[in-house]
């Protein structure tokens, strides 16, 4: 795990002014929103006895303890215990930690380390999201996997006309010609161009979605640092694009959320087709994503054998190494189950 990103973790639509739990980076965080639509990421966990502040409410702009109702403002900061006497002080230990937070791109993005503002990598662009003419779905599924190999999956090329030749497979090549595939890397993100040569024996769903726009489909997969790819199938006569994040709970748990645009089709009666045919390929993946050891990527990039069509996925691993020789590393707490329903607990502070 990474820290010192931003990390997409919600969409914009499941957070109110009702406190939700996020798991995100082997912690338990509450996300809410105040009256005034302004939005708060908190440590879910009361200093007094532990209790879950997801499960309080927000009133005054403020989260109240489902317990005994200490009330901790925006920063963190408890203002009132309701069982002390008067004249007896707040401690000042009595807080929780506060987490810089906003909205962008129908997603809530959590900061999460210690670089100063201006330092911080940026958010990816998506200008699909402000597209009136795409017709986008929103789309969540969860897998039993560290979140680096859900995202290489994601970006995995010669993989497709193996697993997913049920599905919309059989139109890759198996061997991608490397003159076809062009390999653009920057500071925080890579992108690999491939020409699809023959789209014309996808199968069941995909038939239906994808043979009346057969053409010299050009598809573009990439990656942002350190959680998020991006597809973009372009088939000439209408685009499918995929923004996908790979929410890392802990380090055997990865929510993936995504949202999906498409130009074609685009009468919403046609979002459940999309939404199968998505389902269909995550449970095509599951058992393999799930069944690779270490659950993690390696951090040494000998530590697995690489072939050229490989270099997506490489291009991320340096990347990833780079963070690491930043310092930018966060410890696993893979055996660091402590609590008794077998969650994963944060560090001490
Ligand atoms: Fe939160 Fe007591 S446990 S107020």
Redesign the pocket.
């Known amino acids: 795990m990474l820290k010192n990103f931003w990390y997409a973790c919600e969409f914009s639509a499941a957070i109110t002014t009702n406190p939700k739990q996020v798991r995100i980076l082997n912690q338990k965080l509450v996300f809410y929103r105040n009256a005034k639509g302004q939005l708060i990421a908190l440590q879910d966990r009361?200093?007094?006895?532990?209790?879950a502040?997801s499960l309080?409410w927000v009133k005054d702009d403020c989260i109240h303890?489902?317990?005994?109702?200490?009330k901790f403002q925006a920063d963190g900061k408890c203002i009132n215990?309701p069982a002390n006497q008067p004249g007896i002080p707040i401690p000042k230990n009595a807080r929780v930690d506060s987490y810089p937070i906003q909205e962008k791109y129908g997603f809530i993005w959590l900061f999460y380390g210690d670089l100063p503002e201006e330092e911080r990598p940026p958010i990816p662009p998506l200008p699909e999201f402000e597209d009136p003419s795409l017709q986008k779905i929103f789309f969540e599924y969860e897998l039993n996997a560290h979140y680096t190999r859900t995202l290489e999956n994601d970006m995995d090329m010669s993989h497709v006309s193996i697993i997913h030749s049920k599905s919309f497979g059989n139109g890759f090549a198996l061997e991608q010609k490397m003159e076809d595939y062009e390999l653009n890397v920057g500071e925080w993100e890579g992108h690999a161009k491939v020409n699809v040569r023959d789209y014309t024996k996808a199968k069941d769903l995909f038939a239906f979605v994808f043979r009346p726009l057969k053409a010299n489909v050009k598809v573009t997969l990439g990656f942002y640092m350190p959680n998020i790819t991006r597809l973009v199938v372009d088939f000439g006569r209408g685009k499918l694009v995929n923004f996908t994040v790979h929410v890392p709970v802990d380090d055997r748990t990865t929510i993936t959320k995504r949202i999906q645009f498409r130009s074609f089709l685009t009468f919403p009666w046609a979002d459940g087709i999309f939404q199968r045919a998505a389902y269909k390929v995550v449970m095509e993946d599951k058992g393999v994503v799930e069944s690779e050891y270490p659950m993690a990527v390696p951090d040494k990039l000998s530590d697995e054998v690489h072939v050229p069509c490989d270099n997506l996925s490489l291009a991320y691993r340096k990347l990833r190494q780079k963070c690491l020789a930043m310092g930018w590393g966060m410890k696993p707490y893979q055996n660091q189950v402590d609590d008794s329903n077998g969650n994963l607990m944060p560090p001490s502070p």
């Open positions: 009361c200093p007094h006895r532990g209790a502040l309080g303890c489902p317990y005994h109702a200490w215990i």
